[in-house]
């Protein structure tokens, strides 16, 4: 699938340097400039901060100082090799709430002076290092994560508590959104190809594990493009299996669940998140979660149930053995006899999906379609 071409508005221009992947960054000719200096930093004895007790994280200017690594600021942020790039909140007019999640919210937002629609992802900010340095990380992802499989990143600023990073906006939403009554099999290989190829490129390129593979992180518009999103905050700043929401233990691996109920961070693999895959290519192909909550007595029962059970599969009436195969491929109980995402491209079900055409656009629509009768009948049904 040929990747559309990106805006001539983009904030991005990507230099990778020897020894350590920092970033450089620049804006071609012809393009609005929005690189902003950051704000001078104060006399000392002028300048009183309520965060002064967090002077190694919070600069007495108001701006944030990540260890020299990169600077946020009202302006924009500033990376350590000169890069910057400056989107405000004057720039922006707020537009509806896409989604929420225990990171804070996302919003659909018109940069006005592009007249350019963005997502805004909006992360509270508290003052633990585990914390703040996962915003470090996909902010350094998401500048590197050149690829079209993955969502743009257009750029961020802070804000008093809360950072806030403006990506591509992808109009028809995530994946658990649209699969309705099920994803036939041609869509399926496409969806599942753009995953693997996302995926792949993150482990390959930049050395990066997802850790939060599942289909509301899985961005759609309506030109057909499958994106990943939403990599090194909300996947990695919850360790612990009390505190992490259900929505991601769901998808987590076996090994994982165990390792996590352990305390046992090592146990986490890419293979993890090859299992993470292949459950949420069942939930897609099924049009619902294979373990649905509903039928078990409580979270750990559904937990137990992940670790000790079956692998679920898709159903023979609906899918080839190549695409039963394949996701059998990524559920094996044993994280060293899963596949892996060079094999899982070479497997026929993929190799299938790179030799025919899908009509991406026409299964989205008809996706929307039904999302909106769904949506229109609910609201009937909670009136009435």
């Known amino acids: 699938m040929a990747r559309r071409m990106k805006p001539n508005f983009s904030l991005r221009d ?8 920092t970033l450089g960054a620049g804006l071609g000719a012809g393009r609005p400039s929005f690189n902003a200096e950051p704000p001078k930093r104060p006399p ?15 600069d007495p200017s108001g701006v944030l100082n990540f260890n020299g690594k990169a600077v946020l600021h009202a302006s924009g942020v500033n990376f350590s090799s000169g890069a910057s790039f400056a989107i405000n909140m004057e720039q922006l007019q707020l537009d509806e709430e896409l989604g929420k999640g225990n990171y804070g919210t996302v919003k659909k937002v018109l940069h006005k002076p592009t007249n350019v629609a963005m997502a805004m992802k909006e992360i509270r900010l508290e003052l633990d290092d585990a914390k703040l340095n996962a915003i470090i990380m996909e ?13 743009d990143f257009y750029g961020a600023f802070f804000i008093e508590s809360c950072v806030y990073y403006c990506m591509e906006y992808m109009d028809a939403g995530s994946l658990d959104k649209l699969q309705g009554a099920g994803v036939p099999e041609d869509v399926l290989g496409r969806i599942a190809g753009s995953m693997v190829r996302g995926l792949k490129f993150l482990k390959d390129k930049l050395q990066i ?13 309506r030109n057909g493009d499958i994106k990943l999103c939403d990599f090194g905050v909300s996947g990695q700043l919850e360790k612990s ?30 293979s993890s998140d090859v299992w ?10 099924l049009g619902k979660y294979p373990y649905p909550p509903e039928t078990y007595t409580n979270v750990f029962a559904q937990l137990t149930a992940i670790v000790h059970g079956d692998p679920p599969e898709l159903p023979a009436d609906k899918f080839s053995k190549e695409a039963r195969d394949w996701v059998a491929s990524c559920m094996v109980k044993d994280p060293e006899g899963r596949a892996t995402y060079k094999e899982l491209l070479e497997m026929p079900f993929l190799v299938a999906d790179g030799e025919r055409k899908v009509d991406m656009v026409g299964w989205v629509a008809k996706a929307l379609e039904y999302k909106a009768t769904a949506q229109a009948e609910s609201q009937q049904s909670s009136r009435a």
């Not at 594990?209 to 518009?221: A, E, F």
Request: aromatic share 6%.
């Open 139 to 151: 902010l350094d992802i998401l500048h590197r994560a050149v690829a079209p499989e993955i969502v």
């Open 44 to 58: 000392a004895n002028n300048f009183v901060s309520p965060f002064s007790n967090f002077s190694k994280i919070v």
């Open 276 to 285: 993470s895959l292949g459950l949420s290519m069942i939930e897609i192909g």
């Open 209 to 221: 594990i997802h850790r939060d593979v599942k289909p509301t992180n899985v961005l759609v518009n």
């Open 14 to 21: 990507i230099e990778n340097t020897p020894g350590g992947g």
């Open 241 to 270: 299996l009390a505190k992490t929401n259900i929505g991601c233990q769901s998808y987590m691996a076996p090994e994982r669940i165990k390792g996590e109920s352990q305390n046992n961070l090592g146990t986490y693999t890419v």
